[in-house]
């Protein structure tokens, strides 16, 4: 834990003010986990019964392939949306006006419109005409639609924010333009990048949990089935959300502490991007440059 | 397109319920996220790891899993809700947490020396907080305050899971009944739009009017 940012060392007085705080805000937060615990109770949603399926094996195996079907869907939408997005950044920084613009629709259409809406729309339209496709890559074509866009945005930023002189360096040794983005631009942004994607493939991986509106057996929908079968929604469903939060909260850190570990190699040229985790979508990325 | 113009009706009633669920979950979120924030930031152990926890718990869960737990879950407790209120409950938690850490990054960037003068006058921990750092840090994060507002206008969509009546379960439920659906999502993708670029475009005009200048 962090050092307060807006209390130094405290003195005599301000300790026991804190001290007495500290003591009231504890017994306020026992009481609320006390009625939690005695609702919990009263409710009988302490029973055995309820708990015992998940330290059933065929239950952990059938939540557990749920979990795989997640990370499935999460993994191969993150590594299209990658590429898609790569290819949108480069669009947008294009010279070639067309290009551009094309490029800078698609992001701003694609970013502004709910993910579900985009994902029903590719399990429910396609197939009409005659895309005959699993609803895994239904699922998948929803989440890379979006994230492209984003990560769009994610990249254009990262190329944006290396500084001047690396293009003109490039230029003045006599490469193309294409030689340049690719072989010194490129490279560099995406090492800049990866705290960015690292956070991004957190949202993508909540965000996989939609395909349970399209029925697509990922963990939530796996959680479904349980709770109805086992008459246990409540622990089915905090079951999940324990397990949600132990990989992305994992995932988050890892972003975190890339971030650092570039600040501390990129001093602060490093790529920041406010509001990370959240739809980074609309969320302004900012490069810090000093 | 003869589809959206004959149901503009149901539409319209769509983006309303869009719009003031959204509004009310924002209210909501900003002073729950506020209050967050300011006790993630306090020199009390108890209220900074209570802060903590609210922050990675919301944020770390995905909104389709929060609103099934809530919905389908919490009535085990006795803890029910109509469908609408609980939408609201839901958005408004899971965005909190967002808006505690984009406040904690507006307290963390306001000058140290703005505390350290506040406290040199004597004033208390909240004092120097509410009258001095929040009112510098709330101007340095309307951007990304107005992302949030952006993304929670998306989010409300995933409210069709409980069947909130707002613009993606119209359109849902019109594809159903007509089977077109491309006009139909098309609609409603319009209908997002509508709500969202104006929003985009208000947020640069907020952003630049209260920009602080250094």
Known sequence: MTAPVLADALGPRARRRVLAGSLFAGALLALALVVAYRRLDQRQQFNPVLWRPFIDVRVLRFLGQGLLATMKAATVAMVLATALGGALALGRLARNGPVRWIAGAYVEVFRAVPLLLLILFAYLALPKYGVDLSIFWFLVMGLVAYNAAVLGEIFRAGILSLDRGQTEAAYAIGLSYWQTMLGVIVPQAIRRMVPALVSQLVTLLKDTSLGYVISYEELLRRANITGVTYQNPLQAFAFVAAIYIAVNFTLSRVAVRLEVRQRSRYGATALSITGAGEDLALTDVKATAT | ?214
């Open chain 2, 1 to 214: 397109m003869r589809i959206v113009v004959d149901n503009l009706g149901l539409y319209l009633d769509g983006m309303r319920t869009t719009a003031w669920l959204s509004v009310l979950s924002f209210t909501a979120a900003l002073i729950i996220g506020t209050f967050v924030a300011a006790c993630r930031v306090s020199p009390v152990p108890p209220l900074r790891v209570a802060g903590a926890v609210h922050v990675e718990v919301l944020r770390n869960t995905p909104l389709t899993v929060l609103f099934v737990l809530f919905y389908f879950g919490f009535p085990r407790i006795g803890v029910a809700f109509a469908a609408t209120t609980s939408a609201i409950i839901v958005l408004s938690a899971y965005t909190s947490a967002f808006v505690a850490e984009v406040v904690r990054s507006g307290i963390n960037a306001v000058a140290r020396g703005q505390a350290e003068a506040g406290r040199a006058l004597g004033l208390t921990f909240p004092q120097v907080l509410g009258s001095v750092v929040l009112p510098q840090a709330m101007r340095t994060v309307v951007a990304p305050l107005g992302s949030l507002w952006i993304a929670l206008v998306k989010n409300s969509s995933i409210a069709s899971v409980i069947s909130v009546l707002q613009l993606a379960e119209v359109a849902d439920r019109l594809n159903n009944e007509t089977a077109r659906p491309i006009p139909v999502f098309l609609g409603a993708a319009v209908a997002y739009l509508i709500i969202t670029f104006p929003s985009g475009i208000a947020v640069g005009v907020l952003e630049r009017r209260l920009a602080v200048r250094r």
